[in-house]
């Protein structure tokens, strides 16, 4: 069974920074894709981040980019997410997703219980 456990949510000020975690576990993918959600009241999930397999190519919303990096350990069967110049707008529940096919986007088989990020301004 394949579960993803998220980590490093929290309380930051605006311009601040967090790294999340998503650790993975019984998950013996030979191509995959791994992709950070997150979703807010009121709006809807939206992918922000995503890593996979195919050409360890890196996605990212443009709502994010250049403040956001993906990475991956795969020692550790992690991956992160490492979040700098952290906005209002940023703060959301965060999820991770796994799937079993090198693209980003599209529908996830396997997902986390998210981790909160509040910033505030």
């Known amino acids: 069974e394949v579960q993803l456990v998220e980590s490093g949510g929290g309380l930051v000020q605006a311009g601040g920074s967090l790294r999340l975690s998503c650790v993975a576990s019984g998950y013996t993918f030979d191509d995959y894709a791994i992709g950070w959600f997150r979703q807010a009241p009121g709006k809807e999930r939206e992918e922000v981040s995503c890593?996979?397999?195919?050409?360890?190519?890196?996605y990212y919303a443009d709502s994010v980019k250049g403040r956001f990096t993906i990475s991956s350990d795969n020692a550790k069967n992690t991956v992160y997410l490492q979040m700098n110049s952290l906005k209002p707008d940023d703060t959301a529940v965060y999820y991770c997703?796994?799937?079993?096919?090198?693209?980003?986007?599209?529908?996830?088989?396997?997902w986390g219980r998210g981790t909160q990020v509040t910033v505030s301004s």
């Open positions: 890593i996979h397999s195919s050409d360890r190519s890196r």
């Open positions: 997703a796994a799937k079993n096919y090198p693209r980003c986007g599209g529908e996830y088989g396997f």
